[in-house]
């Protein structure tokens, strides 16, 4: 069983940013964020595997990178020029069993899921 436990949601003006970390309890191939509006369906928006791969969300592509520290076990979103319609509920995921970042965002397939962190882009 992998914990996940994520931090750095909060408020933010639009074109400002915020840095969103989640930290595991322990071994996991992919990592990623997803994110959920209200009444909207959950998105992906950037995974990241152990062997460097990674992918983002047309939606947020040249302004959100997605890291990691393996010695922590820790991944990172950074999200600049944040817009309004990113206001969502932001989970972190991970999963131990090997398959491509893409298919982990079009399934959305993890094992494990964070509680989610609140991100708000006022106008």
């Known amino acids: 069983q992998v914990e996940l436990v994520e931090s750095g949601g909060g408020s933010v003006q639009a074109g400002g940013r915020l840095r969103l970390s989640c930290a595991a309890s322990g071994f996991t191939w992919c990592m990623a964020w997803f994110r959920q509006a209200p009444g909207k369906e959950r998105e992906g928006v950037a995974a990241?595997?152990?062997?460097?791969?990674?992918r983002y969300a047309d939606s947020v592509k040249g302004r959100f990178t997605i890291s990691q520290d393996n010695a922590k076990s820790t991944v990172y979103l950074q999200m600049n020029s944040l817009k309004p319609e990113d206001t969502a509920v932001y989970y972190c995921a991970a999963d131990t069993r090997g398959y491509t970042v893409s298919w982990y965002l079009g399934s959305q397939a993890f094992e494990y899921w964070g509680q989610g962190t609140q991100v708000t882009v006022s106008s």
């Open positions: 990241i595997a152990n062997d460097g791969s990674y």
